[in-house]
């Protein structure tokens, strides 16, 4: 079992920025990535951006490239989503999430309400 918790999340003006923050503790060792997910309103889950433990790979979206940007601290099994120059259709619940090694993302947060107003 993996127990993620998200912070951060909040109200921001439109060019504004915030940092998510997700603590992974538990059976880490069984996860080999972490992944930021969101979901706007009216709409489905979607991926963000992700960053594997070892080696550092990312990936993102092409709507948040430039903008937000993905890192980790090993030591504290810890993953980050700084969001800079936020726009209003960044609003959503954001959510974190541990994939296994040899599986897809098997665990989840409960979820950071990030608004962002016009």
């Known amino acids: 079992q993996v127990t993620l918790v998200e912070s951060g999340g909040g109200v921001e003006q439109a060019g504004g920025s915030l940092r998510l923050s997700c603590a992974a503790s538990g059976r880490t060792s069984s996860t080999d990535a972490m992944a930021w997910f969101r979901r706007a309103p009216g709409k489905e889950r979607e991926f963000v951006a992700s960053?594997?433990?070892?080696?550092?790979?990312?990936r993102s979206i092409d709507s948040v490239k430039g903008r937000f940007t993905i890192s980790r601290d090993n030591a504290k099994n810890t993953v980050y989503l700084q969001m800079n120059s936020l726009k209003p259709e960044d609003t959503a619940v954001y959510y974190c999430?541990?994939?296994?090694?040899?599986?897809?993302?098997?665990?989840w947060g409960q979820g950071t309400q990030v608004t962002v107003s016009s």
């Open positions: 999430a541990a994939r296994r090694a040899l599986d897809d993302y098997a665990y």
């Open positions: 960053m594997t433990w070892s080696g550092g790979n990312t």
